[in-house]
């Protein structure tokens, strides 16, 4: 009697002498289980020919024998593995269990040329949703894309290799994928081989990392297919045929790493009140956050020397060439701005950290012109303060941690930061500080008064002509100071009230603050 070819949905706990014909989805790289002690996993997804998926998974030595077979795409029978239940993580689809694959488990190649095209159907996540998330602990997203660029392997400690990618798809947006370790050495190696072609990649289940402003990063339970066989294939190939100029303009013009191309102004239901964001901290990283502005208290310098490549902090001179000792690559040391401000909206207030031309677009002064400030025995704290008062901001930050001296400590970086006046359609209402705040911000003055004069958000010119008299005369500092006696007394009791009404989670602001987008720790371990 033929054997009787059964469907993944006919399968559960009390079935016995079964035969499956499914075909290999993903294949993913061997982990170790979170569960003490840790077992090696191999993890597939599989699906049959009406499409319903199932994971599978071999454990320890069971992996050795499942080596040459449940090669991706192409179709294996399957017959008496162990049906579990599947935890709600891995459900990949209606079906309510999952496989073992052991010692007994029956495999056996389904001869054909060439397999027929996936049946599952895939979700996908568009580019523009990704900042949503970030950095978080909880969601994984995966994508549709062509991958266009490879940047040369780089080994970032001496056990662990990158290579970033660059992909795109029909939102014509650009970005990082950076594939780690294993991810580099097999699909890594077979991109960068093919990537004259444009290779189409479903990367399943990436991280969203701040890395560059917002890239995307592989974690052990990520899977990049590499042009898997699916009939909607076409429209993507045609649509790069048609877009490739306009993509290699961005590519040009490092579009990738622009936060303003990959941070657009959010709609307002992505913008959370401080509290919230600090509570969602706990969970995800990142948040777009709004509020009125204030230069953050007892700051003695504005700038700080980092690695052109990482932007970690280097106590080196700008024309030095360096081994960087973070990134370990070869690069330029670069003079930045960083400015602590005190973000403030009727919930909460946070303190931040913002830096590079984020930081200079806001001061309208390069970290060049605040060095020489310095230099020249001048603070610019008054000034500063002046300037960060006009601003209600919407800022897209991280929350980090980092040790200094010895102590871990909470930071926070701002990533994006737009004036209001460049976010269309969003409440005010909603980032103004409360009635006690505006009261000690402005005296007597009335609420309507006070918008009006926060929404003037343009630069005061005396920071600019104050740095264009030092490189003519010396004699500016004296008039400078005096100028600005008023202005010091006024800000140090405004930063006083925002120290009293700042939120516990906030830390002092010092100028040893690690690089916001250090790479992601990869992720080794699965379940
Ligand atoms: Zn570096």
New binding site residues.
């Given amino acids: 009697m033929p054997r009787h070819i059964s469907t993944v949905l006919d399968i559960d706990k009390e079935s016995d002498k079964w035969t499956v014909l499914i075909q290999v989805v993903e294949r993913n790289h061997i982990q170790y289980t979170r569960k003490a002690p840790p077992r090696r996993i191999q993890r597939f997804m599989l699906t049959d020919a009406q499409g319903t998926k199932v994971s599978a998974a071999a454990y320890e030595n069971c992996i050795r024998l499942f080596r040459n077979l449940l090669v991706p795409y192409q179709r294996y029978y399957i017959s008496g593995a162990t049906i579990i239940n599947a935890v709600p993580t891995y459900k990949v689809s209606e079906y309510p269990y999952s496989w073992v694959l052991h010692y007994s488990t029956l495999i056996e190649r389904y001869l054909e040329p060439i397999p027929p095209m996936l049946p599952c159907p895939f979700t996908f996540d568009n580019f523009s949703d990704a900042h949503k998330h970030a950095e978080s602990d909880i969601t994984l997203i995966s994508v549709k894309a062509l991958v266009i660029y490879a940047f040369p392997q780089k080994e970032t400690t001496p056990d662990s290799v990158t290579r970033d990618f660059l992909i795109v798809n029909e939102e014509k947006k650009l970005m990082l994928l950076t594939l780690w370790n294993e991810f580099q050495e097999y699909e890594g190696n077979i991109l960068a081989n093919t990537i004259a072609t444009a290779p189409m990649i479903f990367a399943m289940r990436v991280k969203v990392s701040t890395f560059n402003s917002l890239s995307l990063t592989t974690i052990g339970l990520s899977c990049i297919l590499i042009n898997p066989p699916v009939h909607d294939e076409l429209p993507l190939r045609e649509w790069y045929s048609i877009h490739k100029d306009e993509v290699k303009i961005l590519l040009e013009a490092k579009a990738y790493k622009d936060p303003e191309f990959l941070l657009p102004p959010p709609n307002q239901e992505h913008i959370k009140t401080i509290h919230d964001a600090l509570i969602s901290f706990g969970t995800q990283k990142t948040a777009w956050i709004g509020g009125t502005v204030q230069l953050s208290f007892g700051q003695t310098r504005f700038w700080y020397t980092a ?1 052109s ?4 902090t280097v106590e080196a001179d700008t024309d030095w060439i360096i081994k ?1 000792s ?2 370990r ?1 070869e ?1 330029e040391v670069e003079l930045r701005c960083r400015i602590g401000i005190t973000v403030t909206d009727p919930t909460a207030s946070i303190q931040c950290l913002i830096s590079g031309k984020e930081a200079e677009r806001l001061i309208q002064l390069t970290a060049a012109q605040l060095k020489d400030a310095e230099a020249h025995g001048i603070t610019m704290n008054q000034e500063l303060s002046a300037i960060m008062k006009k601003y209600r901001l919407i800022c897209f930050i991280k929350t980090y941690e980092t040790t200094f001296q010895g102590q871990l400590q909470r930071r926070n970086a701002i990533i994006k930061a737009y004036p209001t006046a460049e976010v269309p359609n969003i409440s005010l209402a909603l980032l103004d500080s409360p009635p006690t705040l505006q009261a000690s911000e402005t005296g007597t003055t009335s609420n309507t008064k006070q918008k009006q004069v926060i929404e003037q958000q343009t630069f005061t010119p005396t920071a600019k002509l104050l740095l264009q008299e030092i490189a003519e005369s010396t004699a500016t500092k004296k008039s400078f100071i005096t100028k600005s006696t008023t202005a010091a007394t006024t800000s140090h009791k405004l930063l006083e009230d925002t120290a009293t009404s700042a939120s516990p989670n906030t830390t002092p602001i010092d100028e040893t603050a690690a690089s916001p987008t250090k790479k992601p720790k990869q992720e080794g371990k699965g379940n």
């Fill in positions: 690695c490549n990482c932007l970690k960087c973070s990134c690559q690069a």
